[in-house]
T-cell receptor, first 118, second 112 residues
Framework: GAVVSQHPSWVICKSGTSVKIECRSL??????MFWYRQFPKQSLMLMAT?????????EQGVEKDKFLINHASLTLSTLTVTSAHPEDSSFYIC??????????????FGPGTRLTVL | DAKTTQPPSMDCAEGRAANLPCNHS???????VYWYRQIHSQGPQYIIH???NNETNEMASLIITEDRKSSTLILPHATLRDTAVYYC?????????????FGSGTQLTVLP
């Protein structure tokens, strides 16, 4: 299956700093990438959907000015958590979808990034 | 996308078959049943999907009832590494599909 990578796999930062998380599709082009967030013992919650070359669409309750998403190429999307606070500590997972695919298993997930804000 | 209902947790003895049920009574005719699993602190992993026929791959089997209102994921010989949260998701597939939406899933614990 297609491979999606994330970097870093974990990060610890001080409150008030910004953190950038990269998501790459390694062996396919992804016209659409999704960012999910998962708090301990909870399910994945979709934060935003990004299409290459256009602005991301954010889910209700997700601040677009705090969680900046850039999808500049067909293989890379970045999520920047600006002015991070302890309540932003979570497991962030990206997912990529193959463009125009007729495949029924077309959404592939990265390994996740554990963010801890002190 | 149709809503799914899964038991919150299940145990299974190592080497035995694990049968994970999922109810999706409001499924539409063009919606597929997908199963993903998430091992602790990892991203979700695709397992299998189906429309109405039973499906089998190297990981698992998917049994869908004739009325399509429920399904069962079968791991034929569970190992300790199969301990994970298993998500049953129902959605339209293909180019017009939206993102995968995750419910609370079933925590499967495989016991030695």
């Amino acid at each position: 299956g297609a491979v999606v990578s994330q970097h870093p796999s974990w990060v610890i930062c001080k409150s008030g700093t910004s953190v950038k998380i990269e998501c790459r599709s390694l062996d396919f082009q992804a016209t659409t990438m999704f960012w999910y967030r998962q708090f301990p013992k909870q399910s994945l919650m979709l934060m935003a959907t990004s299409n290459e070359g256009s602005k991301a669409t954010y889910e209700q309750g997700v601040e677009k000015d705090k969680f900046l998403i850039n999808h500049a190429s067909l293989t890379l999307s970045t999520l920047t958590v600006t002015s991070a606070h302890p309540e932003d500590s979570s497991f962030y997972i990206c997912s990529a979808r193959v463009g125009g695919s007729l495949s029924l298993n077309e959404q592939f997930f990265g390994p996740g990034t554990r963010l801890t804000v002190l | 996308d149709a809503k799914t209902t899964q038991p919150p947790s299940m145990d299974c003895a190592e080497g035995r078959a694990a049968n994970l049920p999922c109810n999706h009574s409001t499924i539409s005719g063009n919606e597929y049943v997908y199963w993903y699993r998430q091992i602790h602190s990892q991203g979700p992993q695709y397992i299998i999907h189906g429309l109405k026929n039973n499906e089998t791959n190297e990981m698992a089997s998917l049994i869908i009832t004739e009325d399509r209102k429920s399904s069962t994921l079968i791991l034929p010989h569970a190992t300790l590494r199969d301990t994970a949260v298993y998500y049953c998701i129902v959605r339209v597939a293909g180019g017009s599909a939206r993102q995968l939406t995750f419910g609370s899933g079933t925590q499967l614990t495989v016991l030695p």
